[in-house]
């Protein structure tokens, strides 16, 4: 059974092309956003994310995908961000890695 905090590539592109998208925040940084994203996403690097992340929300029950690289680090941000009661947040799992392998190849891999 994998962490109730995560949801995979393909359930994330599902949700994102639905009626209502989710927040998508990238907690990498700057320089690995300016490398490559995925479209929509806003930057909130996770050493920079405690206070910043929450003044992106509406409402403490605002479904969000939070992503980095490989899951690790995005995975930190959605506990936080759970910690402090917003309650619909996921973390990608696989990162914005397994992303590009399978669910969006134009999306440089490194």
């Known amino acids: 059974m994998g962490n109730p905090l995560e949801i995979t590539c393909q359930k994330t592109k599902e949700l994102l092309d639905g009626e209502a998208a989710p927040l998508l925040i990238d907690c990498r940084e700057q320089h ?3 490398f490559c994203r995925i479209e929509g996403a806003i ?3 996770l050493s920079d994310f405690s206070g910043r ?3 992106l929300f509406q409402h403490m029950e605002q479904d ?3 992503y980095c690289h490989h899951g690790v680090r995005s995975l930190h941000a959605a506990q936080y961000l759970h910690d402090q009661g917003f309650t619909n947040v996921l973390s990608m799992q696989g990162g ?4 590009s392998a399978s669910v969006d190849n134009e999306v440089v891999r490194y």
């Open 32 to 34: 690995e956003f300016d």
């Open 43 to 45: 930057l909130i690097p």
């Open 53 to 55: 992340a929450e003044a």
């Open 64 to 66: 969000a995908i939070v």
């Open 96 to 99: 914005i890695d397994v992303w």
